[in-house]
């Protein structure tokens, strides 16, 4: 069961469920609140502890306000862009044919001759994809023979709220492209977290355990994530 309680401006999102503890947490991006509670607990209760941690609660969300945002990119001479987690000053060059290339520190634009300003995002974007659709055959492979799943389909997208998705009753994943500029292991560490999904439909305590077992490092590369920009809404506790 869930439900909303409204503390001045906050708003609390409620979930109550077969668990003994009360948890309270703060998600960025938006410093969104959430509180689980066992089933049996009443509103007011919730309420009054709500109120009693609203001075943690506002520390939270400051803090996530105060988190390295992505900005808008112009791919020009200087910029920092990241590549699996690695730093790169972008260099700009026109020649006959359009791509991308890493070169010690350096990520090289190379676009047509007389192209506009506006191509040089769908170069990026397109190499982005394909280091990602390069990347993901083999943890796949890997993975889904190590856990006895098969997905129907791994496909890469651009998602704003979430890392990776799962529909298990079509097998099929998408990994958010964004991945592309994080270390390798969170890569890994999603596409374990959605293939468990094929095993376990919720994140009950079969599908921790399943990922403590596959990865148990699990948590560490969670933080990775959860210290940036975009949130996997569903599996933060
Ligand atoms: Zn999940």
Redesign the pocket.
Known sequence: MAAQLKLGDTTVHVILKDIKNVHLSVYPPTGRVRISAPSRMDLNTIRAFAISKLGWIRRQQKQIGAQEREWPRAYVERETHYVWGRRYLMQVREGARSGVELKHDAIILCQRKGACMTRRHEIMQDWYRQQLKDAIPELQRKWAARMGVSPTSIGVRRMKTMWGSCSPDRGAIRINLELVKKPRECLEYILV?ELA?LLEHT?NNRFIAHMDRLLPDWRHRRDELNRLPVPHE??IY
């Open positions: 977290h999904h994140h569903d599996w």
